[in-house]
């Protein structure tokens, strides 16, 4: 268990749903990262928060959109889905700038059909 | 464009010998570097980094090469063991940029 805890660990739904995922992070972190992990495509960067506030962001589609709450957790919304959006999606946590690395959870299964 | 390169996407080596996995990176703002390890159905998991103040870390059995010049990093295991068999991507960070933007992996497999 790397203390990162990501919710639902499967998700199927069908084209033009709107999913939410959950990412917990490790106790003490203030960083939280999103990465998308397509069929055969490395870890894809989404977005990063720090302490609730937006502090980067990568390709991530316009369909999507992520937030982090008072308590640290971050939730990830994709809507619209299409067959396309279908992937692995990994948060981590690191305590600040994240320099030294992350901490990954195991991830969500998305099946979009 | 992909920053980040990992042209071999698999790789196998008999148990005990060294396994050297390889990186390629475009950005000169690059300075920081990570290896980390995924097996199926786990998240990645951290293994090694290197600043780019160094051009050698050694962790055990695993010791990281930078070649800033050729803008090229790799990862050496020695001995290969079957539990290193994986997917091993290697991840790059710019100064100010609160990201690390990662390769898309190399699969190793360790034959017994």
């Known amino acids: 268990d790397s203390g990162v805890t990501q919710t639902p660990k499967h998700l199927i739904t069908a084209t033009g749903q709107r999913v939410t995922l959950r990412c917990s992070p490790r106790?003490?972190?203030?960083?939280v990262y999103w990465y998308q992990q397509s069929l055969d495509q490395g870890l894809q960067f989404l977005i990063q928060y720090y302490n609730g506030e937006e502090r980067a962001k990568g390709n991530i589609l316009e369909r999507f959109s992520a937030q982090q709450f008072p308590d640290l957790h971050s939730e990830l919304n994709l809507s619209s889905l299409e067959l396309g959006d279908s992937a692995l999606y990994f948060c981590a946590s690191s305590v600040a700038s994240g320099v030294g690395g992350y901490t990954f959870g195991s991830g969500t299964r998305l099946t979009v059909v | 464009d992909q920053q980040v390169k990992q042209n071999s996407p698999s790789l196998s080596v008999q148990e005990g010998r060294i396994s050297i996995l390889n990186c390629d990176y475009t950005n000169s703002m690059f300075d920081y570097f990570l290896w980390y390890k995924k097996y199926p159905a786990e998240g990645p998991t951290f293994l090694i980094s290197?600043?780019?103040?160094?051009d050698k870390n050694e962790d055990g059995r695993f010791t990281v090469f930078l070649n800033k010049s050729a803008k090229h990093l790799s990862l050496h295991i020695v001995p290969s063991q079957p539990g290193d068999s994986a997917v091993y991507f290697c991840a790059a960070s710019a100064p100010g940029t609160y990201k690390y933007i990662f390769g898309t992996g190399t699969r190793l497999k360790v034959l017994a």
């Open positions: 290197i600043s780019s103040i160094k």
């Open positions: 106790s003490g972190d203030l960083s």
